[in-house]
């Protein structure tokens, strides 16, 4: 059973620092891999989705990398700013159709 | 284009009673889910479909039934509430299980039972 690990659960770090966010999985055969964000309260936003051939995903202030062998992506946010305070989730999708398999989440807070 | 909608976005039931959550999605998407969102927790799927009048269970379909008669929506339905549904439930859908262009998620339905 494909289980995905995100540390660290918490962060908090002054406005205009570049941050990492990490994400692990245990089956390294997967399809895709999608970063999320998750304001309080509200839906899902997907942020960058990485397939299976690629290394990597740019989006703005945002780079996500995918190391299918490793079993692991990170997510890179340059120039942090009080509106990227949300919580961000990893998923992963695997070759059936049984949809994504999440983890629990990195709680981000950016002080002004 | 609206996406993925769900209703209601609030729903305080009572233990025994009964109700059905909406999601109903406008990009022709073939498969569609539900997850379940516990504080704390990361989602965990309830149900899923890979389209019309085919369903199946995810990790936790107790106390969950679904059905699927047209592309476009795809109900949740609770029977017998209990204290352990209490949570946001979230439906989303994309054209394939391992589609390149990802899931597209609704806004949730926020449930409490009491």
Same mark, same amino acid.
């Given at each position: 059973?494909?289980?995905?690990?995100?540390?660290?659960?918490?962060?908090?770090?002054?406005?205009?620092?570049? !941050?990492?966010?990490?994400?692990?999985f245990t089956d390294s055969a997967i399809y895709n891999l999608q970063w999320f964000r998750q304001d309080?309260?509200?839906?899902?936003?997907?942020? !960058?989705? @990485?397939? +299976?051939?690629?290394?990597?995903?740019?989006?703005?202030?945002?780079?996500?990398?995918?190391?299918?062998? +490793?079993?692991?992506?990170?997510?890179?946010?340059?120039?942090?700013?009080?509106?990227?305070?949300?919580?961000?989730?990893?998923?992963? @999708?695997?070759?059936?159709?049984?949809?994504?398999?999440?983890?629990?989440?990195?709680? !981000? @807070? @950016?002080?002004? | %284009?609206?996406?993925?909608?769900?209703?209601?976005?609030?729903?305080i039931l009572k233990i025994g009673q009964s109700m059905t959550l909406q999601c109903t999605q406008d990009? %022709?998407? %073939?498969?569609?889910?539900?997850?379940?969102?516990?504080?704390?927790?990361?989602?965990?799927?309830?149900?899923?479909?890979? *389209?019309?009048?085919?369903?199946?269970?995810?990790?936790?379909? %107790?106390?969950?039934?679904?059905?699927?008669?047209?592309?476009?929506?795809?109900?949740?339905?609770?029977?017998?509430?209990?204290?352990?549904?209490?949570?946001?439930?979230?439906?989303?859908?994309?054209?394939? *299980?391992?589609?390149?262009? *990802?899931?597209?998620?609704?806004?949730?339905?926020?449930?409490?039972?009491?």
């Open positions: 059973k494909q289980e995905v690990t995100q540390i660290p659960a918490a962060l908090s770090v002054p406005e205009g620092e570049n !941050l990492v966010l990490n994400c692990s309080p309260g509200k839906g899902l936003t997907s942020l !960058l989705l @990485i397939q +299976s051939s690629q290394r990597e995903q740019t989006s703005g202030r945002l780079n996500a990398s995918l190391d299918k062998s +490793s079993g692991r992506s990170t997510l890179y946010i340059a120039a942090s700013q009080p509106g990227d305070s949300a919580t961000y989730l990893c998923a992963v @999708i695997g070759g059936g159709a049984d949809g994504l398999t999440f983890g629990k989440g990195t709680h !981000l @807070i @950016i002080q002004p | %284009n609206a996406g993925v909608t769900q209703t209601p976005k609030f729903r990009m %022709n998407h %073939n498969y569609m889910y539900w997850y379940r969102q516990d504080p704390g927790m990361g989602l965990k799927l309830i149900y899923y479909s890979v *389209g019309a009048g085919i369903t199946d269970k995810g990790e936790v379909p %107790n106390g969950y039934n679904v059905s699927r008669s047209t592309t476009e929506d795809f109900p949740l339905r609770l029977e017998l509430a209990a204290p352990s549904q209490t949570s946001v439930y979230f439906c989303a859908s994309s054209p394939l *299980g391992n589609s390149n262009y *990802g899931y597209t998620f609704g806004s949730g339905t926020r449930l409490t039972v009491v």
